[in-house]
């Protein structure tokens, strides 16, 4: 195997890296996944695995060498394998995997490696460093197993796959989606979060520079829906 894709990272708070990797699906070639970590003190936690081994490889190098931290979790959103694809790399580097237990569930159906770790509170609030980390199954929508992942004190949502770029066109990957189910869940999402806001919104692919992701992935389900799909 040879380095075909580089990851790319960007800071975007003293406590938040995003960084997109890169993978092939088909005829689909160089699609980008976003996805991030989150620092404080001396530890890390990574959301969601790159798309390949080689990208996992240098976002631990980056996290352990550049940033001096400690990784303490890898946090798996669904079993697709732009969010799970590198697990591997991981579990070889003893950094432990956690996930949904629905994601455990999904990921041999996806030829995966299922992470280490199960939680079973749809509502499940961790901790990396002083930064409360809050991991949401909202109900099923992209998939039956997605979850988002919510940073209180930066008012951060990551939706993942779950929720689409303020600037797609398409819902995107619909194989193992629950598109009836899909809008609900969103709003279920909604109310979670809208004590504490939400201001930046991370969607799995696409561009994350825009403020109607969420209303956008709404629209696009609407949209998904009158094509009688
Ligand atoms: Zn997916």
Redesign the pocket.
Known sequence: MYAQYTLKITPVDSNIYLYTSYGDVGNYKNIDANAAVIISGNDAIIFDTPWDNAQAAELIRFVQDSLKKTIQLCIIT?A?V??IGSIETFQKNNIPTLCYYKTSEEAPKHNHPKPEYNFYNRDTTLKCGDIEIIAYYPGAG??IDNIVLYVPSKQFLYGG?FIKSGLSQSIG?IADADVTEWPNSVKRMQQRFEKTGVKMVIP?HGSWQSEIAIKNTLKLLKEDESKGY
């Open positions: 669904h697709h732009d969010r992209h998939t796959c990957n799995g």
